[in-house]
């Protein structure tokens, strides 16, 4: 699997910092050293506007829960040129991956029973030919009332 140029891993997360530069220039965050799978940032004909070449960028962020514990879904865009990015929390609640009633690591994880071994895969943007940005993920915010544990739905925005 391509990690992306200039990405490396990190230890003990799983996830991969990227390190690549968009456009000319120095690449600039309004939200810096976050931790993204740099693999995410896929179909770059669809991330892009095609009104006036924004490039846009959607992932899970852990950086708005001081615990890390939930995450949250972010979108981060760049004017044409995309020497900068700014941010914006596109979810309206916190996606709990360690309380999940679906695929859970189970005994096999000690500590860890309840948390979501698989999650985040589906997750998309597309800009519209109006420029606007659809964005799809699925997280795990609404609680099941019988177990306690959280589902897992998709969801939508239009930015």
Same mark, same amino acid.
């Given at each position: ?26 690449? $600039? ?7 993204? #799978?740099?693999?995410?940032? $896929? ?23 001081? $615990? ?17 990015? &700014?941010?914006?929390?596109?979810? $309206? ?11 859970? &690591? ?26 606007? &940005? ?8 609404? #609680? ?16």
């Amino acid at each position: 699997m391509d990690k992306g140029q200039g990405s490396r891993p990190r230890k003990d997360t799983g996830t991969y910092e990227a390190r690549q530069r968009v456009g000319e220039g120095k690449v $600039t965050s309004d939200r810096p050293n976050r931790r993204i #799978p740099a693999w995410r940032v $896929t179909n770059v004909p669809d991330d892009v506007s095609p009104v006036d070449g924004t490039v846009g960028v959607l992932y899970h962020d852990r950086s708005y829960d001081p $615990t890390r514990n939930t995450y949250d879904t972010t979108l981060s865009e760049s004017p044409a040129g995309g020497t900068s990015f &700014a941010s914006a929390k596109v979810s $309206t609640a916190s996606s709990h991956p360690c309380e999940s009633l679906f695929f859970r &690591a189970g005994t096999d994880a000690p500590g860890f029973v309840n948390c979501a071994v698989f999650h985040g895969d589906y997750i998309g943007l597309t800009y519209g030919s109006d420029g606007n &940005a659809n964005l799809v993920w699925t997280d795990m915010r609404d #609680p099941d009332a019988a177990s306690g544990l959280y589902l897992q739905f998709v969801y939508f925005a239009r930015r």
